[in-house]
């Protein structure tokens, strides 16, 4: 037992890890679109691109990992991700052209959206229920940490570090999961993967029509709000001070997040959360002074993880049979649809952020007032 316990502490901490070196530069990319458009000769508008390219490609990939992950040794594929996410990271830093960025992120998206399904797919499998949200909590915490260091470091720190710092991180965990992580699954994933079969459970496409709606219109928001913040004359330190007080607050607000899931019900904390994310969203029109919206944006963080972790947590409690399709299907829509999301927004961006954020706060409400139903939860 004691074995057993000292192992998955091991796999754990490797999961942590991971998922915070392939989020250390996600969320910074919003922070230094301005940056990036400047020196390589590009409106923000343009360059805002590198975050749909990023994403997109991310959640097309994550559907490969379920069957993967029924085939193969899960330590094969966290070697091999991790190879390439360092590679195209390094490329990243080293690109003289918009055109070979938005190549390396693209790349970089396909080998990171490998973290999380398979994260889920452990934590599932070793945790018991009633500790899940608060085990998915840990893993998407350490995710917020890495995010908040690597916005924070994008207002000291050239662009190109943001990228080469991920490679030399990402080397680091590749050689530590060669040398620790030993994982074997004590579940039979040995049938054939078939998402339309997993979707023709209506709970099961109602929980993904949820989660693709509410992503589309959250990444709309949060991934311009570095543009935003330009336009309104902040200076680069500024903008990302303001920024990285989301991934500050997600810290914080997963583990809270998992400990509302577990204590109060899946439904509360996910309903809990939109009412928060819309209610800022709609505050965001006015940006009265700098500290109001680094209020806004705390808050901001914190009702959106709390989201996030009722909705994963709820993932985990299906059978042991479905795991590996609905952990590749949750990132998968999260990504790809955000992706979606950052292109739609910003066309209505141009025109006005004000009445975008009005329109999209109102989207997130109506998902919070439905959120018990699709869910089925309490």
Not at 4 to 10: A, D, F, Q, T, V
Not at 35 to 63: H, Q, T, V, W
Not at 305 to 313: C, E, I
Request: proline share 3%; with cysteine; aromatic share 14%.
């Amino acid at each position: 037992m004691r074995e057993k316990l000292k192992s998955n502490k091991i796999f754990f901490a490797l999961l942590w890890l991971e998922g915070a070196v392939v989020s250390l530069n996600t969320a910074a990319m919003t922070a230094v679109i301005p940056a990036i458009a400047k020196d390589l000769g590009k409106n923000s508008f343009e360059a805002a691109r590198i975050i749909p390219f990023y994403m997109i490609p991310y959640g097309i990939a994550a559907l490969v990992y379920a069957p993967l992950v029924k085939r193969y040794p899960v330590k094969a594929i966290k070697a091999v991700s991790l190879f390439i996410f360092a590679l195209a990271s390094l490329i990243g830093g080293l690109s003289n052209s918009i055109g070979q960025l938005f190549l390396s992120r693209a790349l970089a998206g396909i080998a990171a959206s490998a973290t999380t399904p398979i994260a889920l797919i452990l934590i599932g499998e070793l945790a018991p229920k009633e500790t899940r949200g608060r085990m998915v909590g840990a893993f998407f915490s350490a995710t917020f940490i890495a995010s908040f260091l690597g916005v924070f470091l994008s207002g000291i720190l050239p662009w190109r570090q943001l990228f080469i710092l991920p490679a030399v991180f990402a080397a680091i965990n590749l050689i530590l999961v060669i040398l620790l992580f030993d994982f074997k699954s004590k579940s039979s994933y040995d049938f054939d993967v078939n998402y339309l079969h997993v979707l023709k459970d209506t709970r099961i496409s109602r929980i993904f029509a949820y989660i693709l709606v509410l992503s589309l219109v959250y990444h709309g928001i949060y991934n311009w709000l570095g543009v935003y913040f330009s336009s309104l004359n902040f200076k680069q330190l500024e903008v990302s001070l303001l920024l990285s007080l989301v991934g500050f607050s997600g810290i914080f607000g997963q583990p809270f997040g998992g400990w509302v899931t577990d204590k109060m019900g899946r439904g509360f904390a996910a309903t809990l959360g939109l009412c928060g994310l819309s209610l800022i969203t709609f505050l965001l029109i006015k940006p009265f002074s700098f500290y109001y919206l680094a209020f806004l944006l705390l808050v901001f963080g914190i009702s959106w993880t709390m989201n996030h972790n009722a909705v994963s947590t709820v993932l985990t409690d299906f059978p042991d049979k479905l795991r590996p399709e609905l952990a590749s299907l949750n990132s998968a829509v999260r990504f790809a649809s955000g992706g979606l999301g950052v292109g739609l927004a910003g066309v209505f961006m141009q025109r006005s952020f004000s009445l975008t954020f009005l329109g999209l706060g109102i989207i997130v409400l109506i998902l919070a007032i439905a959120s018990r139903k699709i869910l089925k939860v309490t």
